[in-house]
């Protein structure tokens, strides 16, 4: 994981707490060490979260590895995998290595 203290870790045991029942938007990246495409992606995110942090944007990272029954879920079967959620209910998603502008708009368009 990356350095933004704007991203929290999420696990299996967390995630209803830190990301279902706290309102607001909330973008979630599923990945895992592995996985080229995610470190790819990986400072995307956390520049995203650092610039939208202020605005009410809480982004969060959770290893599909170490959290099967969340990834399982929300049936993410490819990585990365970015979903959002608005008010704790899962309302978009983007899969694989997408630009930051693809990240962004989502954000704008949910925010």
């Given at each position: 994981m990356g350095t933004s203290d704007a991203i929290v870790e999420v696990t299996d045991a967390s995630f209803d707490e830190e990301i279902e029942q706290v309102d607001g938007l909330h973008m979630v990246d599923f990945w895992a060490v592995?996985?080229?495409?995610?470190?790819?992606?990986?400072?995307?995110?956390?520049?995203l979260a650092d610039e939208y942090?202020?605005?009410g944007l809480h982004v969060a990272k959770i290893d599909v590895d170490s959290n099967p029954?969340?990834?399982a879920r929300f049936r993410v079967?490819?990585?990365?995998?970015v979903?959002?959620?608005?008010?704790g209910e899962l309302i978009?998603?983007?899969?694989?290595?997408?630009?930051?502008a693809s990240?962004?708009?989502?954000?704008?368009?949910h925010l």
């Open positions: 592995w996985c080229g495409p995610c470190r790819m992606i990986a400072p995307i995110v956390e520049d942090d202020a605005k029954s969340t990834t079967t490819s990585i990365p995998s979903l959002f959620f608005k008010d978009d998603r983007v899969v694989g290595a997408v630009p930051r990240l962004e708009e989502k954000i704008l368009e």
